[in-house]
């Protein structure tokens, strides 16, 4: 069988608050292998976000990853990459999709706006390529006219349009 792409062990996080140490999450543990698609399910509260943030290095700083978690990511070690190569790897490498992608997405700004600026952020490319990249993610997603959909701001999309928009940009 080949390698997992991802591999997390022994995953727990704690938060340090007024009250004393909280724990979050407690040994979570799965392999993600290429082609495969992976949910995390549980309870409002249950960790689902604590555990992803984590592996993306995007929790707040009363955080703790205790000693003896490991995730493993490509063969690179997601707990303990510097922040400079973090950002070559989230976003473009590794996403998360929110469950309510308006919190995701600046309100004030065009959707077509925001997917391209994604785009050149992990791609050598400028404007103009960016934006007919974002047109072909859209027609990839069944968005209706494409055109009109980029210079659309987010609460003028549905909740699963805006779920689309979000996952596609890769």
């Not at 990853?65 to 707990?79: H, M, P, Q, T, Y």
């Not at 473009?92 to 309100?107: A, H, K, V, W, Y």
């Not at 050598?124 to 701001?153: G, R, S």
């Amino acid at each position: 069988m080949s390698q997992p792409i991802l591999s997390v062990r022994n995953l727990s996080v704690s938060f340090t608050t007024n009250d004393g140490i909280v724990d979050a999450v407690k040994k979570v543990e799965f392999d993600l292998y290429k082609g495969e698609t992976l949910a995390i399910v549980g309870e409002s509260g249950s960790g689902k976000s604590v555990s992803t943030n984590a592996l993306m290095q995007l929790l707040p700083g009363n955080a703790i990853i205790r000693e003896g978690s490991s995730a493993v990511f490509e063969g690179k070690d997601l707990i303990n990459t510097p922040e400079k190569e973090m950002l070559t790897i989230r976003g473009d490498r590794i996403g998360m999709i929110f469950q309510e992608p308006m919190t995701s997405l600046n309100p004030y700004m065009r959707v077509g706006i925001q997917v391209a600026e994604a785009i050149m952020c992990h791609r050598n490319v400028n404007k103009t390529e960016a934006k007919k990249k974002v047109l072909e993610l859209f027609e990839l997603v069944h968005l209706p006219n494409i055109e009109q959909a980029y210079t659309k701001y987010p609460h003028e999309f549905s909740g699963g349009q805006l779920q689309r928009i979000m996952m596609q940009w890769r």
